[in-house]
């Protein structure tokens, strides 16, 4: 047998969450609420399970639900999006990476990406064949030198990937960084996968800027988006993809092969849950209360934090506790501390240690004051 993905090993996700619970540690590693859903949207559920809509979805998903997404484009970022022709909805964000990925990508091609990077990245444009060029950013500010992003584009680059807001830096692009990205699209042929999973979760009143805004980038560009952030249900798995009527025809080849359609009941409940605009705010502003307890809670600790502008993630550094690398440190802090973290290095295709531990915040009051008393006492 000859592996498509050789350095594949299971996710740092799965194991970190197989180690909490080994250890009845508490788990702020994997990235999931552990509060329950709204029982308005249980109950929405409850309702189309019970009128029948049980059987296959369209292939692009429901139009109900893709006028709701494209209604809450319009009223956010005062763009116009086309439910009929420019909406797909997925099997959570990963799919709709996955079909992204397998639409571009033809053997030989490379893709640029910047690390720390989410885990299914690279394997996925491996998996069709395609190069990884990594962009290694650094803490503190994992800022992005857009000269250098220049320098990595060759003959062969087809995809740059971007992940706005950033997991698990917790950090946004800003204005000049879209500029700066639009100028590399004026100069090259290029493509963008910007994955805007997080986008609701936003805080200090910062913006987030969708590339969709820009019309250079639209043209060339897929935006991938997940329910299960926005929600509060990640075991949903349903998300979406926005691309242009030309890409998203080409990318639907691909996914009515690979899943065809998405879970109906849910694909109605949502829509008629998100007919709400002002949801989205209360979000941001539920996730920035759990941020701040964080932050403030570590001030007398040995950990400090870096700055979150956005995600329910935020980073620790350990460096006045440890000089063990991050992932020996994260599970001796799961072993013996009884608290589950995420190492940073995991997100790096090379080894690297910069003492810094990824920290979930989409979690009770009584979970994160659990958790946090166990590292303050370090
Ligand atoms: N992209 C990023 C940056 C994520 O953090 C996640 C999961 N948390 C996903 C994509 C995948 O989303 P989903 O769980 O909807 O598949
Ligand atoms: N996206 C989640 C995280 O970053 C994990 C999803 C998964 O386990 N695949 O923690």
Avoid at 228 to 233: D, P, S
Wanted: proline fraction near 4%; hydrophobic fraction near 40%.
């Amino acid at each position: 047998f000859q592996s498509k993905l050789p350095n594949t090993k299971v996710t740092i996700f799965s194991r970190m969450t197989a180690l909490a619970q080994a250890h009845q540690a508490i788990n702020l590693s994997q990235g999931f609420p552990d509060f329950d859903l709204d029982p308005r949207l249980t109950s929405l559920v409850t309702k189309y399970l019970g009128k029948g809509f049980n059987q296959y979805a369209p292939m692009p998903g429901t139009m109900e639900l893709r006028r709701v997404i494209a209604e809450k484009y319009r009223s956010i970022y005062n763009l116009n999006i086309d439910a009929q022709e420019e909406i797909t909805i997925t099997a959570g964000g990963t799919q709709a990476l996955y079909n992204v990925i397998g639409c571009l990508i033809h053997p030989g091609d490379e893709v640029i990406l910047f690390e720390p990077a989410y885990d299914s990245y690279g394997p996925s444009v491996q998996s069709f064949g395609g190069t990884v060029v990594p962009i290694v950013l650094e803490a503190p500010d994992f800022r992005i030198d857009w000269d250098l992003v220049k320098n990595k584009i060759s003959s062969k680059t087809k995809l740059i990937i971007i992940n706005n807001p950033n997991n698990p830096t917790g950090r946004l692009l800003d204005a000049q960084d879209i500029k700066a990205l639009e100028k590399l699209f004026s100069e090259h042929d290029i493509f963008v996968l910007s994955d805007e999973v997080y986008e609701h979760l936003v805080f200090d009143r910062k913006k987030h800027i969708s590339i969709l805004s820009s019309s250079l980038l639209r043209e060339r560009g897929f935006v991938v988006a997940s329910f299960g952030k926005v929600l509060h249900a990640t075991g949903w798995k349903l998300g979406y993809v926005v691309a242009s009527p030309f890409l998203t025809a080409e990318m639907r080849k691909i996914h009515q092969f690979n899943v065809f359609s998405v879970n109906t009941p849910m694909q109605y409940a949502i829509a008629e849950y998100l007919e709400d605009p002002t949801y989205y705010e209360k979000l941001a502003l539920l996730f920035q209360q759990k941020r701040d307890y964080v932050i403030n809670s570590l001030r007398n600790s040995k950990f400090s934090t870096l700055p979150c502008e956005g995600t329910y993630f935020i980073l620790a550094d350990y460096s006045e506790l440890s000089n063990q690398d991050e992932l020996d440190f994260a599970i001796a802090l799961t072993e013996k501390h009884k608290t589950a973290t995420i190492p940073v290095s995991a997100f790096y295709s090379e080894a690297k240690n910069q003492h810094l531990i990824r920290l979930c915040f989409a979690k009770k009051e009584e979970t994160l004051e659990a958790a946090l008393r166990n590292l303050s006492r370090l």
